[in-house]
């Protein structure tokens, strides 16, 4: 059950930003995929970011989610490798999915296919990015927003 008030109305402001950039040369079912698991990670790592779960009128449980839009970007190869490599020297939250992933069928071989690579090479296809809102802004530069 939320401990919010349910008779609040005033608007709740973020100081943080969480951002999905997907690079636009993929399918759409790729983008929805990809999309997901990015955002799989952040909720386990940076527990903030999950509100408190959902009930409806008649009771029923329903599990939390983030407590917080997802924005979602698109933009092309190049820009996708320059904001992996500025997520990453900020050392900022970050999840990353590569053109590996979409030819792996589990977990681990997922990991260890990421593992294979060193960061400046992967083929990053889609970066999942959380932190404070000027710094992910800098991190998504040049991106547009997904139509």
Request: net charge negative; charged share 25%; glycine share 8%.
């Given at each position: 059950?939320?401990?919010?008030?349910?008779?609040?109305?005033?608007?709740?402001?973020?100081?943080?930003?969480?951002?999905?950039?997907?690079?636009?040369?993929?399918?759409?079912?790729?983008?929805?995929?990809?999309?997901?698991?990015?955002?799989?990670?952040?909720?386990?790592?940076?527990?903030?970011?999950?509100?408190?779960?959902?009930?409806?009128?008649?009771?029923?449980?329903?599990?939390?989610?983030?407590?917080?839009?997802?924005?979602?970007?698109?933009?092309?190869?190049?820009?996708?490798?320059?904001?992996?490599?500025r997520a990453v020297s900020r050392s900022l939250p970050c999840s990353v999915f590569t053109s590996d992933?979409f030819g792996t069928g589990n977990d681990r071989d997922n990991r260890a296919a990421v593992r294979a690579?060193?960061?400046?090479?992967?083929?990053?296809?889609?970066?999942?990015?959380?932190?404070?809102?000027?710094?992910?802004?800098?991190?998504?530069?040049?991106?547009?927003?997904?139509?």
């Amino acid at each position: 059950m939320s401990t919010e008030s349910p008779t609040n109305t005033t608007p709740i402001r973020f100081d943080t930003k969480i951002a999905v950039l997907l690079r636009e040369d993929l399918e759409p079912w790729q983008r929805l995929n990809v999309t997901a698991f990015l955002v799989s990670g952040l909720g386990t790592t940076v527990p903030d970011v999950i509100g408190e779960p959902y009930e409806d009128a008649d009771g029923t449980p329903y599990l939390p989610m983030f407590r917080q839009p997802v924005l979602v970007f698109e933009a092309t190869k190049e820009t996708l490798k320059a904001a992996h490599g500025r997520a990453v020297s900020r050392s900022l939250p970050c999840s990353v999915f590569t053109s590996d992933l979409f030819g792996t069928g589990n977990d681990r071989d997922n990991r260890a296919a990421v593992r294979a690579v060193g960061a400046g090479e992967l083929d990053v296809v889609g970066v999942a990015v959380y932190g404070p809102k000027n710094a992910v802004d800098k991190v998504v530069k040049g991106a547009r927003m997904h139509p």
